[in-house]
């Protein structure tokens, strides 16, 4: 029922409307109404209320309206469904709760994570009403060994939406950091079940940092947001509207062409350790070693000083 107040006071554009006529055509009483409305604004929606008008939402809330966005998405089945959150443990493990019976393409987005994750069991700060905190669930028919193209294909176009956006020239940091001015921006988790021969489903986590204003003391030097890049807010649904566009035109290219290839031109030409000297991170180990290339399977081709050379295909480096 919230939700359908909030689609009414979105779709009334900024204009009044009446707790009568809601109460009329949700058939619940003006009090049933008037609790709804202090629910949201709870939520934080600002919305104005007068005694002879009725209510009207403020545009300028600063919260993502889902109905907003399913209105304005112009894709064919990414973010279909958007389910949305104003709090959840993490964006990924609710996906994980619902995947079994989630439509392809369903989208998770969170004002705010209480559990945000990272790889390897690292936390990962998701403040409210700050950033992008988002899962996609995917149900594509290829062999397991090919779910981590989702991370490519994920950070391809988080990179080209946040430049085509904001106009920052962010970097990939293979294989899941996006990063402006040699700072992280952007994480992606993507997680998988199945079996060996199956994927049952991929979630792929994406957490865009666009306009946190400060980080904690330990994460300043190695995070930064897009606001703080830019000097200025950044639209948030704008941002999500070409990111899950742009997501589902390089997922359909592979799915379709069954190569990396759109993905692979962008992922080579903003790579940020491309041609560079990096760190490969192995536990305690850090091996120094050159970047010579991204393989046709998004994989990281790098030599070490002894001369060795290996395919990375997933890990930690450090530039
Ligand atoms: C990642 O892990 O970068 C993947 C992050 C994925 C987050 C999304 S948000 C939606 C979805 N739901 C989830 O629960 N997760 C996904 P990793 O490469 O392991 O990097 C984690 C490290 O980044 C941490 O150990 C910190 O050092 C740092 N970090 C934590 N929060 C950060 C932030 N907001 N911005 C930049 N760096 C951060």
């Excluded at 009329?24 to 009483?29: F, R, W």
């Excluded at 469904?81 to 439509?103: E, L």
């Excluded at 742009?246 to 790579?271: C, H, M, P, V, W």
Aim: net charge neutral.
């Amino acid at each position: 029922m919230k939700d359908k107040i909030l689609r009414e006071l979105y779709e009334k554009k900024g204009q009044y409307i009446s707790g009568e006529e809601l109460s009329e055509k949700y058939q619940v009483s003006r009090t049933a109404i008037w609790k709804h409305m202090n629910a949201l604004k709870k939520e934080g929606y600002v919305i104005e209320t007068t005694h002879k008008k009725g209510y009207k939402l403020i545009e300028s809330s600063g919260k993502l309206i889902p109905e907003a966005l399913k209105r304005d998405l112009n894709t064919v089945e990414i973010g279909n469904k958007i389910i949305y959150f104003d709090t959840i443990d993490s964006t990924n493990n609710y996906s994980k709760r619902i995947a079994k019976d989630a439509a392809h393409g369903t989208v998770i987005i969170s004002e705010e994570q209480s559990g945000g994750r990272g790889r390897l069991g690292r936390n990962w700060i998701s403040p409210k009403g700050e950033g992008i905190w988002m899962s996609i669930v995917l149900k594509p028919d290829i062999p397991p060994t090919e779910g981590m193209k989702m991370t490519q294909i994920a950070a391809a176009a988080v990179c080209n939406a946040i430049r085509g956006v904001t106009g920052l020239e962010a970097f990939i940091k293979w294989p899941n950091d996006l990063v402006v001015n040699g700072k992280k921006v952007c994480g992606i988790l993507t997680e998988m079940a199945g079996e060996l021969t199956r994927i049952d489903y991929l979630i792929v986590g994406i957490g865009i940092n666009a306009n946190n204003e400060s980080f904690l003391e330990e994460f300043q030097h190695i995070a930064t947001s897009l606001a703080k890049e830019k000097g200025e807010k950044v639209d948030r649904k704008t941002l999500i509207l070409h990111l899950l566009k742009e997501f589902e035109g390089l997922y359909e290219d592979y799915i379709n062409q069954g190569t990396l290839e759109k993905t692979l031109a962008i992922i080579r030409n903003y790579s940020a350790v491309l041609g560079k000297s990096i760190l490969v991170i192995r536990g305690e180990q850090q091996l120094k070693a050159t970047v010579l290339g991204i393989d046709e399977e998004g994989l990281l081709e790098v030599k070490y000083e002894d001369g060795k050379r290996e395919l990375l295909m997933s890990g930690e480096v450090s530039i």
